[in-house]
């Protein structure tokens, strides 16, 4: 059994050093999308979203959802989002923000009604 591990531990430490060789080919660094893979976005249909980890950009799809889309600019183009936060953020599916549960939705927050 000690023959095993001698033999294993051996092996280990060569292929650990061979990481560190002079001749070691560099690691391989992933590749990104193909450039077709990238398109232009209207400007119209973009959205940026400063947050205190960097700019978040949002592509609206009026062609898919044209009230949303249409609503999101009157939102924006009026500061309605300035200063909210999200909500409840489930990864890769959905950000909600803006005005929270405890909110009314006319106005802004309770006690601060902006009609």
Do not use: C
């Not at 560099?26 to 077709?36: F, L, N, T």
């Not at 959802?65 to 890769?92: C, E, I, Q, S, W």
């Amino acid at each position: 059994m000690k023959t095993i591990r001698l033999a294993a531990l051996i092996i280990a430490m060569a292929a650990g050093s061979a990481a560190f060789a002079d001749d070691a080919p560099p690691p391989v660094q992933p590749a990104g999308p193909p450039r077709d893979a990238w398109r232009e976005v209207k400007p119209d249909n973009l959205l940026l979203i400063q947050t205190r980890y960097g700019t978040v950009a949002v592509e609206l799809a009026p062609e898919f959802a044209p009230n949303h889309a249409t609503r999101m600019h009157k939102l924006t183009a009026a500061h309605f989002y300035d200063g909210k936060t999200f909500y409840r953020v489930v990864d890769g599916f959905v950000a909600q923000g803006g005005i929270g549960e405890d909110e009314e939705a006319e106005g802004g927050a309770k006690g601060n009604d902006k009609r």
